[in-house]
């Protein structure tokens, strides 16, 4: 048989077929709808190779199309919402555009190019633009088509798949009431959605990491099964259409586990992950290799709500606080980063989410306070954070200069670090904090030992390795001296082992010529050792000024009327009001001579007044009538590290509610109730609450009525005595001790004179 001729026409039918196929798939870009859009400098100076990218999601409700028309109503928008409501549940007014702002058409040219240049001006690298596709067509597309064809606004930008169906309650809940269902098809439902996004994902302002367009998806678990084929195969088209692959950035809803099939990245979309607390923001924990993290604005929906009464106001974000939250996520991504080569995004919720109360652009309530914020915390964190590669680099160099330095002199300082299960990498006075604040300090010839008091599995071990310092040891504490409650006096049992070893868990710390007993929560100003350095002795005891709950509760009175100004630091001094432990360094030769322990001590302040007048210690003190007094310590929660951490104090005449509080851990304490707590005050400083002036004057007079009854209540109790032997009942009686703050050790006569030596 001669197959030639079939032969021959079978070849050219398959290379016709070849050529549709590529025809398919590698069919040419149009361009031209699309204004080719200049790259700026911005895009590629300013940011560098490795950095923070803040990326803030764009809500595009805000121009009538036809959906809307249907369901809502001829030319709704988002807007309609937001006029409905005025005020919340708690009273306070319902967020509203700045008059700069006003009720703007997001279709118009200056208002995207005004988010644009309000978003690059303020800190921002690039916006995420809420996508919606349903049933093969896309809805609610017309600012992102504006886009491409004018461009503006002229910065980076992704897309963000919204992939929840439309209800009746704004929440995507498909058991509702549902006006358009998402549904997700096959193959050629896939590649049609991929073909529509082409154009966007070509344009020179979409935003690449490793050379790989990004596109975010909201609800991966949405998708169900069909989710990883679909996402396999536009990674597939992506390269074959030239744009050198795709990332699929999976939203984290929680706790979803990626094990069958590993994102290529994961992202935070708050209050998803770590809810309304911007606090705890920070502290999710990282379950992908590649992990973007998270936070919003605010969150108040009740104009979406306004029939039917929900809406979950949080009647405690400001910028003053959010900016902080800011500062704190960027530490945090500069300590855990993605792989080098990786972007580090920060996805914020939302530029302008008006309707769930969620919004950076500028308000009636808070003018452009979101924008400076994000300003201000870039240049803060610039400032004061490093990227863990560049910290692997200093303490490898701080640790040959400290191996050098130690071979011909002793340590200024030996500092015993306290440390238990309130000093978690997920609480706001951390370990962490502690250890680098002593790293920071001028004066780097210290040691320290960390050690553990309670029975608590946080790490703490780890903690301080991660310090990756030389200086910093553990000493692993036994069990039978280990503690359940978390008191200064319970832990004195472990810090007097580790005194007792001092030789064997680190020679150098031993020999050191000051002690300093501190906290694992407590902070130090960076000149706070600086009194010690070359060979300088200024004293037996040297104590530095400190900042604590106490100091602050002196300026309470005043309902805070002074914010912002409080700064508050005293020094410590041998009285029973003003001494503080953790800022008091001790000459350690002669405290090791004494063979002290504090097993048995029950006010620290009666150490340093036994060593005073007893054993004639000289004291002296950092601050003097020549140098006003500047915060060494931070014996915390204070004030001012309160504020720092993005949270709030709390002004009450009850001394056992006056502290610093997060959004979570307020909310969890007291029922947020306008009648009695002055939000209205809260939102125009943020730094303090407080109680409205009938309840406070109530808890004044509670609190009045307590410290009154006092006395007789310590005398019901009993008083404390230090040493209860070799002296007779009479002697016991004058060396009894009342309980801190109600009489001042000066005007009385020397106790301790012979406190027992162990």
């Known amino acids: 048989m001669n197959l030639g001729k079939p032969l021959q026409l079978q070849t050219l039918a398959s290379v016709l077929f070849l050529l549709a196929l590529s025809f398919l798939y590698f069919r040419p870009y149009?361009?031209?709808?699309?204004?080719?859009?200049?790259?700026?400098?911005?895009?590629?100076?300013?940011?560098?190779?490795?950095?923070?990218?803040?990326?803030?999601?764009?809500?595009?409700?805000?121009?009538?199309?036809?959906?809307?028309?249907?369901?809502?109503?001829?030319?709704?928008?988002?807007?309609?919402?937001?006029?409905?409501?005025?005020?919340?549940?708690?009273?306070l007014e319902t967020i509203r555009p700045a008059e700069s702002v006003g009720y703007y058409d997001g279709l118009e040219f200056a208002t995207r190019r005004r988010q644009g240049n309000f978003l690059r001006d303020h800190g921002f690298y690039g916006m995420a633009f809420h996508h919606y596709w349903f049933a093969g067509k896309?809805?609610?597309?017309?600012?992102?088509?504006?886009?491409?064809?004018?461009?503006?606004?002229?910065?980076?930008?992704?897309?963000?798949?919204?992939?929840?169906?439309?209800?009746?309650?704004?929440?995507?809940?498909?058991?509702?009431?549902?006006?358009?269902?998402?549904?997700?098809?096959?193959?050629?439902?896939?590649?049609a959605h991929f073909d529509w996004l082409l154009p966007f994902f070509r344009h020179p302002q979409y935003i690449r990491s490793e050379g790989r367009v990004q596109f975010n998806v909201y609800k991966p678990t949405h998708i169900g099964k069909a989710a990883p084929a679909m996402f396999a195969a536009w990674r597939q088209w992506a390269i074959e259409e030239g744009l050198g692959g795709l990332d699929v950035i999976e939203t984290r809803w929680n706790a979803e586990s990626w094990s069958?099939?590993?994102?290529?990245?994961?992202?935070?979309?708050?209050?998803?992950?770590?809810?309304?607390?911007?606090?705890?923001?920070?502290?999710?924990?990282?379950?992908?290799?590649?992990?973007?993290?998270?936070?919003?604005?605010?969150?108040?929906?009740?104009?979406?709500?306004?029939?039917?009464?929900?809406?979950?106001?949080?009647?405690?974000?400001?910028?003053k606080t959010w900016q902080w939250n800011v500062v704190e996520m960027f530490r945090r991504i500069k300590q855990d980063p993605n792989p080098i080569g990786a972007e580090n995004f920060l996805f914020i919720n939302a530029l302008n989410e008006w309707g769930e109360g969620n919004a950076l652009e500028p308000s009636m309530q808070f003018g452009d306070g979101y924008g400076v914020a994000m300003k201000n915390a870039v240049a803060i964190s610039e400032r004061e954070h490093v990227w863990t590669k560049d910290f692997i680099a200093e303490q490898q160099m701080i640790n040959r200069a400290t191996k050098a330095r130690e071979k011909n002199e002793t340590a200024d300082v030996c500092v015993l670090v306290r440390t238990c299960a309130e000093h978690a990498a997920d609480k706001t006075y951390k370990l962490g904090a502690m250890l680098e604040s002593l790293q920071k300090q001028s004066n780097p010839n210290w040691r320290a030992i960390v050690y553990q008091t309670d029975k608590a599995n946080f790490g703490s071990e780890t903690l301080a390795f991660r310090s990756l310092d030389q200086r910093v040891a553990f000493a692993k504490v036994p069990e039978h001296l280990l503690n359940e409650t978390l008191t200064l006096e319970a832990s004195y049992p472990a810090l007097d082992w580790v005194m007792q070893r001092l030789d064997v868990l680190d020679p150098v710390c031993a020999k050191a010529r000051y002690l300093l007993l501190a906290d694992g929560g407590n902070t130090y100003a960076p000149a706070a050792f600086s009194a010690f350095a070359g060979y300088n002795s200024p004293a037996d005891i040297y104590a530095l000024t400190v900042e604590?709950?106490?100091?602050?509760?002196?300026?309470?009175?005043?309902?805070?009327?002074?914010?912002?100004?409080?700064?508050?630091?005293?020094?410590?001094?041998?009285?029973?009001?003003?001494?503080?432990?953790?800022?008091?360094f001790f000459h350690l030769p002669k405290f090791r001579a004494h063979n002290i322990t504090l097993t048995n001590l029950t006010s620290p302040y009666l150490l340093a007044e036994w060593l005073i007048t007893s054993q004639q210690w000289s004291w002296a003190s950092a601050a003097t009538p020549s140098a006003p007094a500047s915060c060494d310590v931070f014996h915390n929660p204070t004030y001012s590290t309160c504020i720092r951490s993005g949270n709030f104090w709390f002004d009450t005449p009850n001394r056992t509610e006056s502290r610093c509080y997060s959004v979570g851990d307020f909310s969890e304490n007291f029922k947020m109730d306008h009648n009695m707590f002055d939000l209205v005050f809260y939102r125009q400083h943020a730094l303090c609450i407080r109680y409205t002036i009938g309840q406070y004057e109530e808890k004044l007079n509670a609190s009045r009525e307590e410290e009154r009854a006092g006395p007789l209540a310590l005398k019901a109790l009993g008083t404390v005595v230090l040493d209860d032997a070799d002296v007779d009942v009479e002697k016991k009686e004058d060396r009894e001790m009342e309980v801190e703050g109600y009489e001042d050790a000066q005007q009385r006569s020397p106790v301790v004179e012979s406190w027992k030596q162990r």
């Open 138 to 191: 896309p809805v609610m597309d017309a600012v992102i088509q504006q886009m491409l064809i004018d461009g503006e606004p002229n910065i980076p930008f992704l897309l963000s798949w919204a992939n929840e169906p439309w209800t009746a309650r704004w929440d995507g809940d498909d058991s509702g009431k549902v006006y358009i269902a998402q549904t997700y098809g096959l193959v050629d439902e896939w590649r």
């Open 30 to 91: 149009k361009t031209e709808k699309v204004v080719k859009v200049q790259k700026t400098n911005y895009h590629h100076n300013v940011w560098h190779e490795y950095s923070i990218k803040p990326v803030a999601f764009v809500f595009p409700q805000y121009y009538a199309f036809s959906e809307n028309d249907k369901i809502w109503g001829i030319n709704f928008t988002e807007w309609d919402n937001v006029r409905k409501a005025t005020h919340n549940a708690h009273g």
């Open 548 to 584: 604590s709950r106490q100091t602050i509760k002196n300026e309470e009175d005043d309902r805070m009327e002074d914010l912002p100004a409080i700064s508050i630091c005293l020094a410590s001094s041998p009285t029973s009001k003003s001494f503080d432990l953790s800022a008091t």
């Open 260 to 319: 069958d099939f590993p994102p290529d990245a994961v992202s935070e979309f708050q209050p998803h992950v770590m809810g309304f607390d911007h606090s705890r923001h920070s502290m999710s924990r990282r379950i992908a290799r590649v992990y973007h993290r998270g936070t919003l604005v605010c969150w108040d929906s009740t104009p979406r709500h306004v029939q039917d009464g929900g809406g979950d106001p949080q009647p405690l974000c400001h910028p």
